[in-house]
């Protein structure tokens, strides 16, 4: 298949990332002669595959991302953000040498967890920041170098917002968990997949006997949409960027249908 389609990996997809993915591989599916392409059987299995995922997912995600939750993570992520962008331009900018010194310090303890924390799952940026905030709390020269730097007020509200996030988001969990159907995400994305799976290896199979002309377009469209999650996927395991928010389906309860 690997002459003909590329194959996504969706094993390193974000919930958010498959889902997107997936719900783009359909629409441009249903640009298609499926029936003329003998494919609609595969779609329609992928369809009714994905609409039960997205069902789940997307519960999961209004139950987890309440107004609050979404206040408090934007204060942590600009708390992050004010120390250590202001850091960052001490270090490269201030005339006492001192003071870049003690920036660079602390820059480093933020930025040896990555340079885009604020943009990592949820999960992942708690851990990261609790990191963050216990080694500047116990490394009397990195709690010298905030006070030093006039940075106290910005790291507290950040600290303040990030454990009354956290707190929240624990009990939201807690919560999702009890009311959580017999299907769970996990079950329903491994059907998902198999199910798009299935309909990539048909496509192969009937452009090869059928003749690829007819699918030209079609593999086209497929592999630039592939292709370019591949590339958010590869860049962000090492550690150079997040996944674009447009790759992504991010669902909030105060949005409409995504």
């Known amino acids: 298949m690997k002459d003909l389609l590329v194959a996504p990996k969706l094993e390193n997809f974000k919930n958010g990332e498959f889902s997107k993915y997936t719900r783009t591989l359909l629409e441009l599916s249903n640009e298609q002669d499926l029936g003329a392409m003998e494919l609609t ?57 001192n ?19 604020y943009d990592m799952a949820y999960n992942q ?44 988001f624990k009990a939201r969990l807690k919560e999702q968990q009890r009311e959580q159907s017999n299907l769970n995400i996990t079950e329903l994305r491994k059907r998902t997949t198999a199910a798009l799976r ?30 370019q999650y591949n590339l958010s996927i590869e860049r962000r395991l090492h550690g150079k960027s997040e996944t674009e928010q447009e790759l992504d389906d991010d669902f909030d309860p105060n949005q409409g249908e995504v």
Not at 199 to 224: C, H, M, P
């Open 41 to 97: 059987s595969y779609i329609d299995k992928l369809t009714s595959e994905y609409d039960s995922f997205k069902t789940v997912y997307k519960k999961n995600r209004g139950s987890i991302l309440t107004p609050e939750l979404a206040m408090l993570d934007r204060y942590r992520d600009n708390g992050l953000k004010l120390v250590q962008r202001g850091v960052k331009l001490i270090a490269d900018f201030a005339r006492d040498e």
């Open 99 to 117: 003071d870049r010194n003690q920036a660079n310090l602390v820059y480093k303890a933020i930025t040896k967890h990555g340079t885009a924390i």
């Open 125 to 168: 940026q708690g851990g990261v920041m609790d990191e963050i905030i216990e080694e500047v709390e116990e490394d009397s020269k990195l709690g010298t170098a905030i006070d030093a730097l006039h940075q106290r007020k910005y790291f507290n509200e950040m600290k303040d917002a990030h454990q009354s996030f956290d707190s929240i």
């Open 198 to 227: 299935e309909v990539l290896d048909w496509i192969f199979i009937r452009a090869k006997t059928k003749g690829i002309s007819q699918f030209e377009t079609y593999i086209g469209n497929l592999n630039a949409l592939t292709e």
